[in-house]
């Protein structure tokens, strides 16, 4: 299965047979290094070297889902060793796709032998999530049967990924307005899956429902807490119940439009990804109270991933006001 889902990307040119490079496609198998745990990943690097910098996208199978987006790191040539930073995995006890994340950077060794090249190393988080996230343990093979013809057109920062059941898509590309003008209006779809393929279907709210939210939001105080620079086409944002789970619900608007409507935090992500337009590169996530839950005010942890890098903003809102986070997408 994973060598199939290799050739659902496209593939970089490897140089020669046997040379010490890491361009090419590996795959393998992450243990989770803790006495006990049975779990594993099957995983895929699909890379591209030139001198000391490696690109290219990373992927892995957890259990019900597969996840992939693109990566960048260092290899040094005298010590072959492959440092790759900012990699979001799901947690090994993760029950389900929707599982909490661990960052992780991958440390790796290139061995280049007659018989076959592997990439032996491991994957290991940051020190203050060491006791959540233990070391994952890997070796890569390079696939030297993959076909490696197209990988040398990839466009850095764009993320590949394979919606699953249940996620959330939302297209910010402009759309026609009334007077014929363009503007950015997202519109959210579900993905489902349809006799072993992937539909989407915009998600159905009602219009005065709709109405009534965004009449809300913008009776409230908006708190703009920061702005990121964000390098990918897409992006994804994961929320989470920051703190013990007491049942607040909140609904996210995009531009003041809509995505999800009232949404019960948990352990579990509730997660959307965002297609972002270059004609229109600033768009703002704003979340919005429904309730208060057990424990005012309203406190979320999103995670935003672009593919190269990683942010976690704690997002506080109450009755009164909303927290606001502006997304710019970088210039090329």
């Given at each position: 299965?994973?060598?199939?889902?290799?050739?659902?990307?496209?593939?970089?040119?490897?140089?020669?047979?046997?040379?010490?490079?890491?361009?090419?496609?590996?795959?393998?198998?992450?243990?989770?290094?803790?006495?006990?745990?049975?779990?594993?990943?099957?995983?895929?690097?699909?890379?591209?070297?030139?001198?000391?910098?490696?690109?290219?996208?990373?992927?892995?199978?957890?259990?019900?889902?597969?996840?992939?987006?693109?990566?960048?790191?260092?290899?040094?040539?005298?010590?072959?060793?492959?440092?790759?930073?900012?990699?979001?995995?799901?947690?090994?006890?993760?029950?389900?796709?929707?599982?909490?994340?661990?960052?992780?950077?991958?440390?790796?060794?290139?061995?280049?032998?007659?018989?076959?090249?592997?990439?032996?190393?491991?994957?290991?988080?940051?020190?203050?999530?060491?006791?959540?996230?233990?070391?994952?343990?890997?070796?890569?093979?390079?696939?030297?049967?993959?076909?490696?013809?197209?990988?040398?057109?990839?466009?850095?920062?764009?993320?590949?990924?394979?919606?699953?059941?249940?996620?959330?898509?939302?297209?910010?590309?402009?759309?026609?307005?009334?007077?014929?003008?363009?503007?950015?209006?997202?519109?959210?779809?579900?993905?489902?899956?349809?006799?072993?393929?992937?539909?989407?279907?915009?998600i159905d709210f009602k219009q005065t429902d709709s109405a009534k939210l965004v009449k809300k939001f913008d009776s409230r105080q908006n708190i703009m807490l920061q702005e990121l620079e964000i390098e990918g086409d897409s992006i994804r944002i994961s929320f989470y119940d920051n703190g013990d789970i007491d049942?607040?619900?909140?609904?996210?608007?995009?531009?003041?439009?809509?995505?999800?409507?009232?949404?019960?935090?948990?352990?579990?992500?509730?997660?959307?990804?965002?297609?972002?337009?270059?004609?229109?590169?600033?768009?703002?996530?704003?979340?919005?109270?429904?309730?208060?839950?057990?424990?005012?005010?309203?406190?979320?942890?999103?995670?935003?991933?672009?593919?190269?890098?990683?942010?976690?903003?704690?997002?506080?809102?109450?009755?009164?006001?909303?927290?606001?986070?502006?997304?710019?997408?970088?210039?090329?």
């Amino acid at each position: 299965m994973l060598k199939k889902a290799l050739l659902l990307f496209p593939l970089f040119a490897a140089q020669y047979a046997g040379a010490q490079t890491l361009t090419g496609a590996w795959f393998g198998r992450a243990d989770v290094v803790n006495q006990g745990t049975q779990n594993n990943y099957l995983t895929e690097f699909i890379l591209k070297q030139k001198g000391d910098e490696v690109e290219g996208i990373f992927g892995y199978y957890f259990k019900d889902s597969y996840q992939s987006f693109f990566v960048r790191g260092t290899y040094d040539k005298n010590t072959r060793e492959v440092y790759i930073p900012n990699l979001s995995m799901f947690h090994y006890s993760a029950s389900t796709r929707n599982g909490i994340e661990c960052p992780m950077n991958f440390h790796g060794k290139l061995m280049v032998s007659q018989a076959k090249s592997t990439l032996s190393g491991s994957f290991i988080t940051e020190p203050k999530y060491k006791y959540t996230c233990p070391e994952l343990r890997t070796s890569f093979t390079l696939d030297i049967d993959a076909d490696l013809g197209q990988l040398a057109s990839i466009s850095p920062g764009r993320k590949f990924w394979q919606p699953q059941q249940e996620d959330v898509i939302v297209s910010n590309a402009p759309v026609a307005a009334a007077g014929g003008d363009s503007k950015p209006v997202p519109v959210a779809s579900t993905a489902v899956l349809v006799a072993d393929s992937i539909a989407l279907k915009p998600i159905d709210f009602k219009q005065t429902d709709s109405a009534k939210l965004v009449k809300k939001f913008d009776s409230r105080q908006n708190i703009m807490l920061q702005e990121l620079e964000i390098e990918g086409d897409s992006i994804r944002i994961s929320f989470y119940d920051n703190g013990d789970i007491d049942h607040d619900t909140i609904s996210v608007l995009l531009n003041k439009t809509p995505i999800l409507m009232k949404q019960e935090l948990s352990s579990r992500a509730i997660t959307v990804y965002v297609a972002l337009s270059d004609r229109h590169p600033v768009s703002e996530i704003g979340m919005f109270a429904d309730n208060l839950g057990k424990y005012p005010p309203n406190t979320a942890l999103m995670v935003v991933t672009d593919g190269l890098h990683r942010y976690e903003m704690y997002l506080s809102s109450s009755l009164s006001q909303n927290a606001t986070v502006r997304l710019r997408k970088k210039k090329k």
